[in-house]
């Protein structure tokens, strides 16, 4: 776990409650059927984080830096407010998530612990050291395996998931086409650019033996591009998974049951 880093938390983030709340929806509408999506997304994933983190370990810059250096300034500016308001968004949709789930658990009003995560979210990014950060957030990622353990516990036709899994069944439809929008736009969302290109930034800053890898002799560049690929591919590995196993689930169980619009 020591030796991962901006990969498996970006890959964690991208199972946040509005992707589980996704997921959940195609897995409970659909069964079975888009399962698929998750083996095809896994080399985009992995692709497009591994050039975002390389960007951020060559240069020792953000995504929105090296776009202020190399291209016109009307270009970021058009980029970070389109970022703002995906970002302000979904993370209104997590933090609202987060709410009704304690609200479930504990009762009361969910309002209140929106508010609540908010604030705390708000602090531990503001005034914690970022080693210490990291930490707390790799190990929380471990939380998503419960979605893998619960299919374990339940009764699941393997050979039929295989087959569906590797082979689509899709009905081409409205329904199908916004469910297949939202698993591709949820897997794939920007934020997760710029968020694992400044964490490699961040992992930089905090070791004062680090620059960055235009400066960097040979062997330590590719010492360290071997570790972010590797990083990169366990942690959207893991991000796929997770997703794979919350689609699985609510199919099992949601699907198999009649209850497919949730």
Known sequence: MNKL???IVTGAADDDPSGIATYSQAGAKFGFDLLWTMLLTYPLMVAIQMVSARIGQVTGHGLATNIRRHYPAWLLYVIVSLLVV??????AADIAAMG?????????????????????????QVCMPYKRYVKVLKWLTLALLSYVATVFVVQVPWLEVLRRSVIPNVA???????TLVAVFGTTLSPYLFFWQASQEVEEQTSDPQAVPLKDAPPERARAVLHGVKVDTCVGMGFSNLVAFFIMLTTAVTLHANGATNI
Do not use: E
Request: glycine share 14%; aromatic share 10%; no cysteine.
């Open 100 to 124: 009704d789930a304690m609200r479930l658990l504990v009762g009361g009003d969910a309002h209140w612990y929106v508010v609540g995560f908010g604030l705390l979210s708000l602090v531990l």
């Open 172 to 178: 081409w439809n409205a329904d199908t086409i916004t």
């Open 5 to 7: 880093g901006p990969g």
């Open 86 to 91: 995906a970002n302000t968004i979904n993370i």
